[in-house]
Every structure is written in C-alpha cells, then in structure tokens.
C-alpha cells in the first residue's frame, strides 16, 4: 500500500523559498498522479501543483503559478515542490496525495482528501509558516 510523507516545512520571512519533500513508500508510483495541496484554517484543500508520474506532465495552478514548480527524482521516490518568492498567504499544511486514473488538471481542482473521493494515499502534511 503505497505511503506518502512530507518533509521540508518551516517558518520564513516574506520573499524567501522553502523546498517541500513527498516520499513515496509501500508500493510504485508509476500509475499515479501526484498533488501537493495547501489547508489553510478550513477544511478545503487548495490544489497548488501536480505531475503525471506516468509521463511527468505537471500543472500548476494559477495563484501560485511563476512561484511554485513540482518536480521528481524517481531514484529517490521524491515529488518535490519548491516554493519561491513566499507570501504570508502561503501559510498552511502542506500535504501531498496520489490518485490513479486522473489528469493533473482534475487532481489539481480537488477540495477533499479520503477515499470517499478517490485518492489512494495522503499524507500528513508539513507546515509553513511565512511571516511579513
């Protein structure tokens, strides 16, 4: 069963860059589309970027497009997602989460994580904190 954990979260000033890490475990990821999501207070996520591990397509949604890029390194079974130029709105949990048969646009456009809406695995999530 696969396994997602996050890493890499923090506290920053306004302007600098963090980069997040989603480790992958348990099984492979190559029938998966990735999702780095954001939670603010509230119980919706926010899709920021994603990638199509059977092609490596990514998407990027528009609030945080020309700041935000998401990568991998298949050795290391790592979705990485870099953040720039950090906002004070960037504030939240960040987490990431797998699902099969979907695009990178459709991951991207989900709210909720479970099973009830198809994803296969999420994580925790890893908290940034950017302050002004």
């Known amino acids: 069963q696969l396994k997602l954990v996050e890493s890499g979260g923090g506290s920053v000033e306004s302007g600098r860059s963090l980069r997040l890490s989603c480790t992958a475990s348990?099984?492979?990821?190559?029938?998966?589309?990735i999702g780095w999501f954001r939670q603010a207070p509230g119980p919706e996520r926010e899709g920021l970027a994603c990638?199509?591990?059977?092609?490596?397509?990514?998407y990027i949604t528009d609030p945080v497009k020309g700041r935000f890029t998401i990568s991998r390194d298949n050795t290391k079974r790592t979705i990485y997602l870099e953040m720039n130029n950090l906002l004070p709105e960037d504030t939240g949990n960040y987490a990431c989460?797998?699902?099969?048969?979907?695009?990178?646009?459709?991951?991207?456009?989900?709210?909720?994580?479970?099973?009830?809406?198809?994803?296969?695995?999420w994580g925790e999530g890893t908290r940034v904190t950017v302050s002004s």
């Open positions: 989460a797998a699902k099969v048969e979907t695009t990178v646009q459709a991951m991207c456009a989900m709210k909720w994580f479970g099973r009830r809406y198809g994803m296969e695995s």
């Open positions: 348990g099984t492979t990821l190559d029938n998966y589309v």
């Open positions: 990638i199509d591990e059977r092609n490596g397509s990514t």
